[in-house]
């Protein structure tokens, strides 16, 4: 049986919350008193390059969340609406919309929004819904590797992979050709300028979570204009850059980037995660090749690409959802499809938090916006001021806690205590139901997916996986 990690809500003073962390041996920045009218509340910009500077009113963003809830040809229902809208009364300074695929089949899931002319004024609407002043961005992406635009999986990747071939069943049939990058750059273009007429400020050219632009990163081995060197592993992103600022000139871009990786981890022994072989690792794009640390070398390298092509938004991630989701979402409770967590989650957020700050204090000319917080559950207003505050991040990302407790900004700014019924508690509820066909949401916590009639599929889905785990 897998060791038992501390759950964050017995940690109930400051006290108890610092002495975990330290007997951790890790370091997570944290002030005792959550000043209202302090850091988090002031505003924030970014300066884009072509499209100018856009300010963000408070040091709070929403990160990009799909829910596997739009139509067939990839346009948003009703569940979607409903989720913008709570992100609207969030009172964050910048809702990050939702991974939105530039073309129907690098789609995730086959209910991924899309973007094309058939979908642009109902996700025009989406913008819309927003509360006046916030600032908003549109997640686009391939999802390459991960690609399931009907119901099975339809993987098309960068390069041939030791490990996750096996996994999506790719192989050299997979690996997307020269001239189908070529084209896949137009079909990028092509989505940016539909997001700038949608209305959105910003669009975010997806580098993470192993989707097929984050992969492209670690294209060492593949030969060609668009692999080998980092010059040829950032010639897609150059190529969709320079395409954006001739044909959307006032659009401003962004870029949301796994900063770091770590090799794919499965369930061992008692269902808790170890890595799935033995480094040396040469595919983790910000790893030291061992397939377990990280080092940022190449990841400076890239935000200095980032400040030549002016752009001035990064929002850091880690990892993969799919591979290593203990780096990615630190959990205390796994997706159907993963694993125990192979160490106490504040782990996981504190190497995130790390990584972060290292960028951002080395980056100054870009905006940095940290994930991974929602695991701090009631203590993450405490850890984002200080984060903040300390120059670690411009704005602190919210993830998992908007979807079950989206006035948790407003709450904070308004200087009320949270509210402990909300507290995301990281069930993973929401990664375990679109891994089953179901949409995602907060079932634990949200009343509305509470009784959700798909909960009880959710219930046999989550039976079945603990069982597995066992
Ligand atoms: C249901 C769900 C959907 C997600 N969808 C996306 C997405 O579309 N694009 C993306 O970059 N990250 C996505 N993520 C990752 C989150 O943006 C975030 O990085 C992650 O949840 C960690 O932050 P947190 O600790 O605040 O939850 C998703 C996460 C969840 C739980
Ligand atoms: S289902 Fe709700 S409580 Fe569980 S991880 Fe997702 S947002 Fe958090």
């Not at 339809?154 to 999506?168: C, G, M, N, S, W």
């Not at 400076?300 to 991630?317: D, K, N, R, W, Y």
Request: with cysteine.
């Amino acid at each position: 049986m897998s060791e038992r990690h501390t759950q964050v809500k017995r940690l109930t003073t400051p006290e108890a919350f610092r002495d975990h962390v330290a007997s951790l041996g890790v370091e997570i920045p944290f002030d005792d008193v959550v000043d209202p009218a302090g850091v988090l509340s002031t505003p924030t910009s970014f300066t884009d390059g072509q499209a100018g500077t856009l300010t963000a009113v408070n040091r709070f963003a929403v990160l990009p969340m799909e829910g596997w809830d739009g139509t067939t040809d990839g346009r948003p229902t009703d569940l979607v609406r409903r989720r913008w809208s709570r992100f609207a009364a969030s009172g964050a300074g910048i809702v990050w919309g939702e991974a939105t695929a530039v073309r129907p089949d690098g789609r995730a899931n086959p209910n991924q929004l899309v973007m094309g002319e058939r979908s642009v004024d109902e996700i025009a609407a989406l913008r819309a819904s927003l509360a006046p002043g916030q600032v908003a961005g549109l997640q686009l992406t391939h999802s390459g590797r991960y690609a399931r635009p009907v119901q099975a999986p339809e993987p098309r990747t960068a390069y041939q992979h030791p490990v996750l071939d096996a996994r999506v069943g790719a192989g050299p049939h997979t690996v997307f050709t020269d001239d189908e990058l070529d084209e896949l750059v137009e079909q990028y273009v092509a989505a940016a300028v539909l997001t700038a007429q949608a209305g959105f400020e910003f669009v975010d050219v997806k580098h993470c979570h192993g989707y097929f632009l984050h992969e492209l990163l670690s294209g060492h081995d593949r030969p060609g204009p668009y692999g080998g060197d980092l010059a040829g592993r950032t010639h897609f992103l150059c190529s969709v850059v320079a395409g954006i600022r001739d044909r959307a000139p006032g659009l401003a871009v962004a870029v949301r980037l796994s900063a770091f990786d770590l090799m794919p981890f499965t369930a061992g022994e008692g269902g808790t995660g170890v890595p799935d072989g033995e480094g040396p690792y040469r595919h983790a794009f910000g790893g030291d090749g061992t397939g377990l640390g990280i080092d940022l070398t190449e990841v400076h390298q890239l935000f200095a690409v980032f400040e030549e092509l002016g752009i001035g938004l990064v929002s850091t991630t880690a990892g993969s959802p799919y591979y290593n989701p203990h780096v990615q979402r630190p959990a205390y409770f796994p997706p159907s499809d993963g694993y125990r967590p192979p160490e106490d989650p504040l782990v996981g957020v504190a190497r995130q938090l790390a990584v972060t700050a290292e960028l951002a204090a080395a980056h100054p000319e870009v905006t940095v916006i940290g994930s991974g917080y929602s695991y701090l559950q009631d203590w993450l207003p405490n850890v984002g001021q200080a984060v903040v505050a300390g120059g670690g991040a411009a704005m602190v990302g919210l993830g998992r806690m908007v979807l079950s407790y989206p006035e948790l900004p407003l709450d904070v700014l308004a200087g009320r205590s949270v509210d402990r019924g909300l507290i995301c508690r990281t069930f993973s509820d929401c990664t375990t139901a679109p891994r089953n066909g179901l949409v995602s949401g907060c079932f634990p916590i949200d009343p509305f997916y509470k009784d959700h009639p798909q909960r009880v599929e959710l219930t046999k889905a989550k039976q079945a996986a603990k069982a597995r785990l066992r």
